[in-house]
Structure formats: structure tokens, C-alpha cells
């Protein structure tokens, strides 16, 4: 379906890049559908328990109620065109936050009024520090039971440390919940029921017994806004107040300064408190004119260069997911920084160093695509047709290249082997993987040469299990799936020096590799390197290739329990070669006996993912969940009170955690729940490594 060109030409300072963040069933999703209604883009709602929403379209999503791929959609608002991002809540998905996060200029982060700030929101939260992504908050679900505005609004200040500007007040809470006071206007915002919501009320008239505290909370408004802007201080000091125009330029500037955090409320669900956030976002929230530019570095000569984000510039943007449509192959989501796009052109991959040809460009709604000729300065389009573009890649004029910042993601911290039953579906096995590394950059694969088996790792079990019933219904691969396991690393815990001399005669031509490697630790997070410190041609400079083969050959395949080794620098110092009888291989096999040797002169040790863990509970069950949590190596930081429930807060082995979701609901009598996301790898216990080498059947260490 094609588009007219003219009508999609929005200027800059009238488009909104943004992105709805929150925990798992804070409402993100449900939002975004009443957004999309309200917007006239759909014609009816969507519900997430009927499975029948827009953003929500894996079968997976529908099967288990959640959102597992970030979702882009494009609406219409007041003449402002929104471009929208709705991501999954869970941790596991975590990669798909990370990199929608990357390309937006503001987001709305979703809260729930009974829970206030969870885990995962404050994750996401810091997943949007790190970006400097400007947002606004929605305290949703007011009317569930328990619900409270101010409480919520005081844990985002606590827990966030974000200085929130609390912009209405609800009128009524729980069943009683019906609309809002605008505190810069003093209007009362009601909803009826008919309508889904679609109109609402406005009134001069506020409940007698909130006016006092609608005074109260627009002063502090006031004061807070005044605080961000030196010339509305001096006016609000002499006693004069400003206009609420003057009020909302303000505002919006402290929004984008990443200065004050708007608070808004309603329910998504019971079609409540939407309109006033979308207006929000087109008053508050930045645009690509108010960014003004953005940065990289020159690949030829390493300076920082920029690129204002407007058409005029030279083309640049940033390749943001990947996706495998069944109907047009692989697709790319891409945000445009600057220039026009073309389909049919070519354009750089300055991170490869790579041409690439733009088949066809798509405005994409979830799964639905537009197909359109051109693209511009501020929008998110999908691509059809690139070859070696990847997640982080940066896309730019060949004549004026620039490489922008790339995306990190987090490390996989559990992994499963996975076997194809036949022939065939090792091959299907092998296309199926393939796909999906592309996809989601924190499933990773290695293959296991002793047990034929492949082992696929990620962030946490749901996330394979997703990947695991894609490849079974997208790819038709058939397959048995081992148990979870944890994703240990191995790592040197002191210096060590070390020989490997592979020496083999026989009768033509023999073999002959020696290589000296010293093994130095470095800090927690920061990688493996290869040094190449021969002097005077001790090694040929041919054979050094070989050495560092066997080097990461071994550190991927590990040296104690055949788990990865990780953050050494190996250093190749000193060898020495045979004229004739040196090769390759003989070379790589000492590399690997170098590194082996090196690991028994020193104690090596075994690091485990830590999972951050909250558990919910009634207090009385208190007690014993956290003797239990202690039996487990866990390190309790603290409890919260939080209506009625205890919320445990500590860091635990993620090891010790297999079956927790049984024990947890046979200790409460089923009324605690918990949440964990990885946290950070720690030493496990000399005893406990000894016990498991004990049972290891590992056969690469060498006694």
C-alpha cells in the first residue's frame, strides 16, 4: 500500500520519536492501544486477554499475555506525528528496552499505582539514563484496589531519584476513581463510561474538599517549574505568577534538560486519563528540531564529527533490530538522524565498511507495512534488503562517513543444549539460529565439539523458551531440549607464565610449535585481549596468527570446567620455530598447551551470575522466606512495607534459584511472588568449585 509523499512531510519540531517503558503488567501495551484509538489509527480496542491487540501480534505474545518484541507504529495527534515504540516489560527482553531506548528523543514510563516503583521499572529507568532519554510518567491502573497517586509518586522520587512534577491530582481512587484535576489550568477532567472514552468533561468546577490540596499542589507546580528558569524565578519571587503558557515553555524546557519528570494519571483499562498524556507529549516531551544534533566519530581519523538532524544534512542513521518477516524476508528498523533515504540507493555501512542497497522502504504498524519511496530526517522506517547490516550498525553518505554511538547489551547468564531429532533438521537447525542471533543480540550460540550438541545462552529462561518454540513453529526444526543450566565463566585469579612446545617426528615432515604466553587478569567486565610482544622474529609473524587462534580457541572453550574464560590479557612474549617442520597447527596446539599449563600455576577461579531478586509477600510469611533466602548464599539489602505486602529485597546466585517459583508458592501457601533480573558475576565458593569439579566430566582440563 502506498502513501501520499506530501501528507507525510511533517516539520521537525511537529514529530515525536517516543517509547512506553515500564514492568512486567504495569500496562504499557494497553496504553499503546488506547493510544492508538484515541488517535483514530485503530477503529476499535484492543485487549491483551483476548489476544486481539495491534502491538501484541507473536503468537507467543498471545499465548502468554505478554510482549515479547518491541512493537513500531506510527499515529497522528493534533497535527503532530508520533512515531511509537512499544517495548516488553520483561527482563528477559531486556535487549529489545535497550535498543528501541537508543533511537528515541522521550519516552513514558508506566507505572502501577497499587505497586509504585518495581524492580524492572527502575532498570528501564536506568536504561533511559543512560541514553539521556527525556520522559513523563503515567501512574496507571487507578482504580485497582490499593491504589495510591501520592505514595507512587513519592517511590519515583525515592527509588528513581527523579524530580517529579506532579501535573494532576486524581479525583477519587480505587472504584471511585473518575477523573483529574489539571493543576495548571485548575479544570476538572471526568470521563463517563459510554464512549470508550473517547470524550470527556471538562469543568471549572473542582470537589469542594479538594480544593486546598489542588492550592497546595499547584504552588509546588509553580515553584518547581520557576526553580528550572531564572527569568520566570525573578517574576514568581516579586509575587507575580506566571501564565501557564509561560509555565508550559518552561516546562518543557526543564523536560528536555532532563530537569523535572511530569507525573500524569488514569486508567488505561477503563479508558481514563489517556488524552492528557498524549497531549503531554506533544507539549513536553522533545522533538528532532529540539535535540538539535547528534554525534559519532570519523572512521578514517577517529574525531568526533556531528550531523544536525535535519533533511539538508548528509544522510546518517542507526540500525536498531532486526527482524525475519515471513512475507519480506529480513527487515530493519532504522532511525534516520539526518538526510533522505531513497529505496533503490546505496548507502555506507560505516561500522563494516560495507556498501549496501536499499531495496524497499516500509512505515511499519507491529506487523503491518506501508510501503513508501522515500524517508526523512526523523523518522523510524524498516528497510528490506540489507545484507550484512546488524543491531548498532551505523548507515551514512559513503562521502561524508560517521560512525554513531553502538548499542550494549547485556551478558547471557543461562544456557541449553538443544539436539536436532534428524538429519534435516540439523540443517533447519543451523538456518534457524542463524535468524535469530540476528534478532535478538543477547541470544548467543556456541556448539559443542565433544557432544555434538549446540548450546544456546541468554538472559533468562523465558527468553529461551520463546527462541526454543520459534524455531519448533517459524523454522519447523525439531528438536530435544536439555534443562536449564547456568552460565558459569572461568577467569585467571593471579599472573602466570607459561610454555607450550608441540614437537611431532615422524617419518616425512614433522611438526614444531613453541610459544611462551604470560596471563595477566584484568578488572571484572573488561574482556579478553591478545598481546603480540615478539621481538626479532622469534615467531614468524605468519605463525602468530596460528598462536592467537589456539589462544581464543581455548579461553571460549575454557581450561576447568570448559566454561569460558574471561577478562585476561594473554601476552605471546617469546617462542621459537623449526625452518622446515613449523606449520600452523603445530603452533595453535602450543598456543592451547600455553594457556593450559598457565591455568595449573595458578588457582583459577569460577564466576556465577548473581540475580537481583525481589519477593513480595504477606509479612507473615516474612521470616521464612528470608531464612531460606539465606540457606541460598543470598545477600539480603533490605524490606519495604508496601500496603499490606513485605517486599524482600537481596542478591542471590542465580545457581541456587532452580525450582524457587515451587518453593516460594509452597512457603506462602501460594500468596508471595518474586522477580529477578541479572545483576553481576561473582567467585563461587573454593568448596563449592571443588565439589563441582568433583563431578565434572570435563575433558579439555589437563591434570
Known sequence: ???????????????????????????????????????????????????????????????????????????????????????????????????????????ITVLDAEEGVQSQSETVWRQADKYNVPRICFVNKMDKLGADFLATVKSIENRLGANPAIMVLPIGSESSYVGNIDLLTKQAITWGSEELGAKFDLSDDIPADMKDQVEEYRHKLIEKIAETDDALLEKYLAGEEPSVDELKAALRRAVIAYKLVPIYAGTSLRNKGVQPLLDAVIDYLPSPADLGQVKGIHPKTGEETARKLVPEDPFSGLAFKIQNDPHVGKLTYFRIYSGTLQSGSYIFNSTKNVKERVGRLLLMHANQREEVKEAYA???????????????????????????????????????????????????????????????????VKSNHETGQTIISGIGELQLEVMVDRMKREFNVLANVGAPQVAYKETFSANADAEGKYIRQSGGRGQYGHCMLRVTPKPRGEGNEFVNAIKGGAIPAEFIRAVEKGVWETLENGVLLGYPIVDVKVTCYDGSYHEVDSSEVAFKIAASQALQAASRKTQMSLLEPVMKIEVTTPSEFMGDIIGDLSAKRAQISGTEERGNATIILGMVPLSELSGYATTLRSMSKGRASYYMEPSHYEEVPQNIVQAMLAKSTFTGRVE
Open 378 to 444: 526523523g523518522e523510524i522506517v524498516a528497510i528490506v534488503g540489507l545484507k550484512d547490516t546488524i543491531t548498532g550498525d551505523t548507515l551514512c553518505d559513503e562521502a561524508a562517513p560517521i560512525v554513531l554511538e553502538k548499542i550494549t547489551f547485556p551478558e547471557p547468564v543461562i544456557s541449553l543444549a538443544i539436539e536436532p531429532k534428524t538429519k534435516s533438521d540439523q540443517e533447519k537447525l543451523g538456518y534457524a539460529i542463524k535468524r535469530l542471533t540476528e534478532e535478538d543480540p543477547t541470544f548467543r
Open 1 to 107: 500500500m502506498a502513501t501520499d509523499e506530501k501528507s507525510r512531510i511533517f516539520p521537525l519540531d511537529k514529530i515525536r520519536n517516543i517509547g512506553i517503558i515500564a514492568h512486567i503488567d504495569a500496562g504499557k501495551t494497553t496504553t499503546t492501544e488506547r493510544i492508538l484509538f484515541y488517535t483514530g489509527k485503530t477503529y476499535k480496542i484492543g485487549d491483551i486477554d483476548k489476544g486481539n491487540t495491534q502491538m501484541v501480534w507473536m503468537e507467543q505474545e498471545k499465548e502468554r499475555g505478554i510482549t515479547i518484541v518491541s512493537a513500531a507504529t506510527t499515529t497522528f495527534w493534533k497535527d503532530h506525528r508520533i512515531n511509537i515504540i512499544d517495548t516488553p516489560g520483561h527482563v528477559d527482553f531486556t535487549a529489545e528496552v535497550e535498543r528501541s531506548l537508543r533511537v528515541l528523543d522521550g519516552g
